[in-house]
């Protein structure tokens, strides 16, 4: 069974860090790029981050590039979301998501085709 599971969302003060992990299972982990996306109340699903395979390119989105960083444990089928200097801004669902992108296609939504059930994430005082 194809599967992702986030994990790691929460209530976090404005200005605070928070790790987010999603879990692969039911696939060839090694050989997809690995991308998180964020979904507000009443906004599309917006693109965060993506790692390739062999963990040579990351690619961000603009709005959390320097304070988010993504990584991948290819012998633990894991990847991560490291989020710091969190604002209200960040606060939406976080979807873990898998697909066969070039390095090009890493940030389109349309080149995944496995999804987590997304994790939320609560930036508030």
């Known amino acids: 069974q194809v599967q992702l599971v986030e994990s790691g969302g929460g209530l976090v003060q404005p200005g605070g860090s928070l790790r987010l992990s999603c879990a692969a299972s039911g696939f060839t982990f090694i050989t997809y790029t690995m991308a998180w996306f964020r979904q507000a109340p009443g906004k599309d699903r917006e693109f965060v981050a993506a790692i390739k395979w062999n963990i040579l390119y990351t690619y961000y989105g603009d709005s959390v590039k320097g304070r988010f960083t993504v990584s991948r444990d290819n012998a633990k089928n894991t990847v991560y979301l490291q989020m710091n200097s969190l604002n209200s801004e960040d606060t939406a669902v976080y979807y873990c998501?898998?697909?066969?992108?070039?390095?090009?296609?890493?940030?389109?939504?349309?080149?995944?085709?496995?999804w987590g059930q997304g994790t939320q994430v609560t930036v508030s005082s």
């Open positions: 998501a898998a697909g066969k992108t070039t390095t090009q296609t890493m940030g389109a939504l349309s080149q995944y085709d496995v």
